[in-house]
């Protein structure tokens, strides 16, 4: 049964929703329901480093020009575009993106690394190889690697999919499994594909024969995704959508009744299997909130209803444009996802002109499926100097951290940075790309992505998307203070 904007007008006025502080700049609360109240304009003021007992202190300038690191901590290159090479002979592919961990063999780490690759092969030196049996679509250009490293620090790499597109963020499974996301709608014949692109497939780290014959789980909807996160409880898959013109949606995927979860089962689904549904969120005066962006405050709380997809195949009309004004809530660049304490963080990149709701440099929400609301729980303001090093924007992907709060990768404009932010809502930087892909004069720096602990919480993994590499980062980790 759906929470109606009645009963939550009613529970608001009950718990006195939104009174409850906790911290302040950017919180991310230590409770699913603890909130807070901090807004925009004084978030850009106190969201950087230099908090006194947060954090692991400044970052020291690397003389390799990699990755700039506090004092103590070090990193190694796991894999880097054209330089390492996979089990075949190939060149490491290109453009990381999206990745999680999962214990291996014999003491090894296993990594299942995205390839944001999209449109034709040639357009790429150096796509996802076409390794035989693990092809989608011979003309698309991205897909996904796992790395396998091993106690003493050899690597492996080899193919999981390919013949994908646009491969992004995706999300890790409760039984072990990898589902990769592509963000694209192209169909086949546009942009040289052969078949239609838009999907989720799953992708088994452990198992390689399991991956062949690749087929999309189409029951998840065909549109651009980015994330997707699995409640092992309720058996729902959130999933976030990264378009405008209209901004995208936050969908939820029901299963169908007697179904079980499990390695390989989502490829037997038939096409329109469960229920896809987009968000639609209300205040706590019932009023309808047509975009994220609306929330000025941390602590901000939403109800949320589900509005059923009409066709998620999308055959003549992209998902997010089948809904009439007043239907769904949006929000501009709908990112990267984490379950953890029984629910799932979503991100918000930035809000511009295209959102009718305030500009911000980042947002992250926390959607509580038992109470079936989405509470603002990290607000960054608009960056003034993206080019100065200090302040953050534009959190792309995220992981929990078993040291406490939100690890965050950075995808905004000029620095960009690894941070964190603690249970009490303090931000610190842990790394600092220093790798200029520009030039003297006009300095560039990729995004991160890909950021994710290891299984047992030592090793930090990250992507610096262009031209992709992959680093393993370790020192003193230790639990943030929640002040």
């Not at 006195?16 to 909130?35: D, E, F, H, R």
């Not at 690759?117 to 076409?130: I, K």
């Not at 003034?384 to 929990?400: E, H, K, L, R, W």
Request: charged share 25%; glycine share 14%.
């Amino acid at each position: 049964m759906s929470l109606t904007r009645r009963d939550f007008a009613r529970r608001s006025a009950l718990t006195g929703a939104g009174v409850a502080l906790a911290g302040s700049v950017g919180a991310l609360a230590s409770a699913p329901n603890a909130l807070a109240s901090t807004d925009t304009e004084s978030v850009g003021e106190d969201h950087g480093s230099g908090h006194a007992g947060v954090g692991y202190g400044p970052l020291l300038p690397d003389p390799d020009g990699i990755l700039a690191l506090p004092a103590g901590f070090r990193y190694e290159i796991i894999t880097y575009c054209g330089r390492t090479r996979l089990e075949s002979g190939e060149f490491t592919p290109s453009n990381h993106d999206g990745t999680a961990t999962f214990d291996g063999p014999r003491g090894s780490t296993l990594l299942v690394n995205n390839h944001e690759l999209g449109g034709p092969r040639a357009d790429w030196p150096h796509p996802v190889p076409l390794t035989e049996g693990l092809v989608y679509d011979p003309a698309a250009s991205g897909g996904c690697t796992v790395v396998e490293v091993r106690p003493g620090g050899h690597v492996a790499e080899w193919v999981g999919i390919a013949g994908t597109s646009t491969n992004c963020a995706g999300g890790s499974t409760p039984w072990g499994t990898w589902l990769t996301c592509e963000e694209t709608e192209d169909k086949a014949g546009e942009e040289g594909m052969t078949k239609d692109h838009g999907y989720v497939f799953e992708v088994d780290p452990e198992d390689r024969r399991a991956n062949r014959d690749p087929e999309p789980v189409k029951a998840l909807g065909r549109y651009a995704h980015e994330a997707v996160v699995v409640d092992p409880k309720r058996g729902h898959l959130y999933l976030t959508e990264d378009a405008s013109g209209p901004n995208g949606l936050l969908y939820r995927w029901t299963p169908p009744e007697g179904f079980r979860h499990g390695r390989g089962r989502l490829r037997t689904l038939a096409d329109d299997a469960g229920r896809l549904e987009a968000f639609k969120c209300f205040d706590s005066g019932g009023r309808f909130v047509d975009d994220l962006s609306r929330a000025t405050k941390t602590g901000t709380v939403y109800g949320v209803d589900w509005i059923e997809v009409p066709d998620r195949d999308a055959r003549t009309v992209s998902v997010r444009k089948q809904f009439t004004a007043g239907q769904v809530t949006r929000a501009r660049k709908l990112e990267g996802m984490w379950w953890a304490d029984g629910g799932a963080y979503i991100v918000s990149s930035y809000a511009r002109d295209e959102s009718p709701g305030r500009p911000h440099d980042g947002q992250v929400w926390f959607y509580d499926p038992k109470r079936r609301t989405l509470t603002l729980k990290v607000l960054l303001g608009v960056n003034p100097d993206p080019s100065a090093d200090g302040a953050f924007d534009g959190p792309d992907n995220i992981t929990v951290s078993p040291y406490g709060g939100l690890v965050i990768a950075e995808d905004g404009d000029g620095v960009q940075h690894l941070f964190g932010a603690t249970d009490s809502g303090r931000t610190y930087p842990i790394a600092r790309n220093e790798l200029n892909i520009g030039t003297e004069e006009e300095p560039e720096y990729s995004e991160f992505t890909g950021v994710t602990f290891s299984p047992d919480g030592r090793t930090l993994y990250a992507n610096i998307q262009d031209p992709g590499i992959m680093l393993a980062v370790t020192g003193p980790w230790k639990r943030q203070k929640r002040r």
